[in-house]
């Protein structure tokens, strides 16, 4: 009787294993195609970038592109000077970066090492709400607020400016840093901190020398996520900054950036495929190599210090 109902069982659990392979084949290629389309789609605008770059320095020079000191690419005596533009970006993220990594530097080790629990449910959801208010809100808070205050110590500044732009980007990119921070300094494993302290090591001790270290390779994620957020931030920028084409890396001038020109001449009013609509494929490329630049930075020093700690 036993033999005569082995087989159907068999098949069953046969035909059972057969429907969860097919099952596990589907959400793997799922999945597969999941990537394929971020490949793809990145493959596409490194593409659209370069078939428009490539067009616009058939007819402008890559030296004068370089070495040019004035932007002007919409006048009739046009010139093509791209760190016109390069000067304003940087200035206005490396203001934004010298508040952001501090600050998300801080309250990550705090929130990691000292903040009891309650406070930390309360505060990283809190920081992660002001990552979700739209730029244009920071905007217009850096020119009717932050520009304003600053005017009361620094009587003589213009009311666009690119220190105002850089600080209130350094606000708003803090809960970036601090959030991936503190996971990465939480995912140190406590066996390192009860070796701290058992030589003998304070609670900030052993958050400075033996949490951060060890955390470094996400803290550098972090920074480098912040960085890309500086350096692609658009609204902030074309609001408070001014958006004059100026070769300046002066915080108290006003200056364009590359993202705000692209905002700029996107609107419209140029013909498609003249000149001055292909700068920004010309500066959208150059935005694109700074950021692969500062994202390869952060690779190579995520795997440095993986292999060190």
Known sequence: MADAQAPPVIAGRLAHRRSRHLRERFIE??????????????????FILLKESLSFFSQVSIVDFFTDSQWT????????????????????SAIALSLAIPLGTVLAIYLS????????EVAKPTLELLAGIPTIVFGYFALFFVTPMLKTFIPGLPGFNLLSAGLVMGVMIVPYISSISEDAMRAVPMSLREGAFA?????????LTVVVPAAFSG????????????????????VAAGNQPNLTFNPMDQAATITAYIVQVAKGDLPHGSVGYQTI??????????????????YWLRRRYREVY
């Open 219 to 238: 803290l550098a994620a972090a920074y480098i996520l912040g960085i890309s957020r500086a350096v692609g931030e658009t609204m902030i920028v074309a």
């Open 199 to 207: 030589m003998g090591a304070t609670r900030l001790q052993t958050a």
């Open 113 to 120: 090492e000292f903040a009891s629990p309650r406070v930390r």
């Open 73 to 92: 690419p919409l006048f009739s005596d046009a010139h093509f000077g791209i760190w016109v533009l390069l000067s304003g970006t940087l200035t206005s």
């Open 29 to 46: 290629a799922l999945l597969l195609a999941a990537a394929l389309v971020a490949v793809a789609t990145t493959l596409g605008i490194v």
């Open 281 to 298: 494929f010309a500066a959208g490329l150059t935005l694109f190599v700074l950021t692969l630049c500062f994202n390869l930075l952060g």
